[in-house]
């Protein structure tokens, strides 16, 4: 079992990643257990701004408060393994991508 805390921007990436995969429905089980931890409640979702800026859609939380979207995860080691190694092999993943996705692998050992 793997303890993780996640915050605002790790969990909105994090879900972007896991939402683009594609394949039979046993390759994406992990993926989708570890979204259903990591997505945003509905009462979360009404507080996150969105706004468009040079073709990319910002995710912002309310003002004044630093630590929304911080969250404590438990992930089954099987789950956490299938995420590291999706991280691991993603092709799609930019210089921008780095810390976040460091700092989560880090967790994920």
């Given at each position: 079992?793997?303890?993780?805390?996640?915050?605002?921007?790790?969990?909105?990436k994090?879900?972007?990643?896991?939402?683009?995969?594609?394949?039979?429905?046993?390759?994406?089980?992990?993926?989708?257990?570890?979204?259903?931890?990591?997505?945003?409640?509905?009462?979360?979702?009404?507080?996150?701004?969105?706004?468009?800026?040079?073709?990319?859609?910002l995710?912002?939380?309310?003002?004044?408060?630093?630590?929304?979207?911080?969250?404590?995860?438990?992930?089954?080691?099987?789950?956490?393994?299938?995420?590291?190694?999706?991280?691991?092999?993603?092709?799609?993943?930019?210089?921008?991508?780095?810390?976040?996705?460091?700092k989560?692998?880090d967790?994920?050992?």
């Amino acid at each position: 079992m793997k303890n993780l805390t996640v915050d605002f921007s790790t969990r909105i990436k994090l879900s972007n990643v896991l939402s683009l995969q594609e394949g039979s429905l046993g390759r994406l089980a992990p993926f989708n257990r570890v979204l259903d931890k990591v997505r945003f409640s509905d009462e979360e979702s009404k507080s996150i701004k969105t706004t468009q800026q040079n073709g990319l859609v910002l995710y912002t939380g309310p003002d004044n408060r630093p630590d929304f979207g911080k969250i404590q995860i438990a992930l089954e080691d099987a789950d956490a393994s299938a995420v590291t190694a999706l991280l691991q092999s993603w092709e799609r993943f930019t210089t921008a991508d780095v810390g976040w996705t460091s700092k989560l692998l880090d967790g994920l050992k």
